[in-house]
């Protein structure tokens, strides 16, 4: 259980055009989902919180309007990167808590479940 | 603003041999804590998960625990395997309702035959 999956695992654009990465939970239903970036040898770096039916919040230095973010189900986030640059290029993970489950003190559980990772290369 | 240092950055072993990997956060105010493996351009894996009222968590040959006094958790892992070889990353939920995962820059593991 608890699998997350995202979509396309490897995408390579031209500079300027747009590129959308999609992240489900496949046997969970996920009101919070996470966007990381991940540069080479780097930590990965959150980049949004995504709650469905809401506005995402972007943490500081992350354009909103460059990368937008999308949760219109409970299954579903989507990451559009827009006008894309090559220091865009980066790995793009998504992380998706389950909604129903319980932490250990009965409260929210905190545990994320992540993806296999968006490998974005723009030329 | 929460930091995650782990040490070593890189650590190579025979195999065979038990280590132990190192994580320390600059606010010791910690809810919980993943370990999480990574191999070369994958995402991750969760390896053990310790919630807020536990101290440890125990896997096959890997145990993690947690000292939330100062703030740090270590991961060991017994008898190294070729296959254990793969960069580890810890990350820790804070108090105070946020949900978010604050990652350390991960210790790069090599278990050599």
């Known amino acids: 259980g608890a699998v997350v999956s995202q979509h396309p695992s490897r995408v390579i654009c031209k500079s300027g055009t747009s590129v959308k990465i999609e992240c489900r939970s496949l046997?969970?239903?996920?009101?919070?989902m996470f966007w990381y970036r991940q540069f080479p040898k780097q930590s990965l770096m959150l980049m949004a919180t995504?709650?469905?039916?809401?506005?995402?919040?972007?943490e500081q230095g992350v354009e909103k309007d460059k990368f937008l973010i999308n949760h219109a189900s409970l299954t579903l986030s989507t990451l559009t990167v827009t006008s894309a640059h090559p220091e865009d290029s980066s790995f793009y993970i998504c992380?998706?808590?389950?909604?129903?489950?319980?932490?250990?003190?009965?409260?929210?559980?905190?545990?994320?479940?992540f993806g296999p990772g968006t490998r974005l290369t723009v030329t | 603003k929460q930091e995650v240092t782990q040490i070593p950055a890189a650590l190579s072993v025979p195999e065979g041999e038990n280590l132990v990997l190192n994580c320390s956060f600059t606010d010791s105010a910690i809810y919980n804590l993943q370990w999480f493996r990574q191999d070369p351009g994958k995402g991750l894996t969760s390896l053990l998960l310790?919630?807020?009222?536990?101290r440890e968590q125990t896997s096959g040959r890997l145990n993690a625990s947690l000292d939330k006094s100062s703030g740090r958790s270590t991961l060991y892992i017994a008898a190294s395997q070729p296959g254990d070889s793969a960069t580890y990353l810890c990350a820790g939920v804070t108090q105070g309702g946020s949900e978010k995962l604050v990652f350390g820059k991960g210790t790069k593991l090599t278990v050599n035959p």
């Open positions: 310790i919630q807020s009222s536990q």
């Open positions: 995504s709650n469905e039916g809401s506005k995402a919040t972007y």
């Open positions: 992380s998706a808590r389950d909604v129903g489950a319980a932490g250990d003190l009965g409260g929210i559980s905190y545990e994320q479940y």
């Open positions: 046997d969970f239903q996920a009101t919070t």
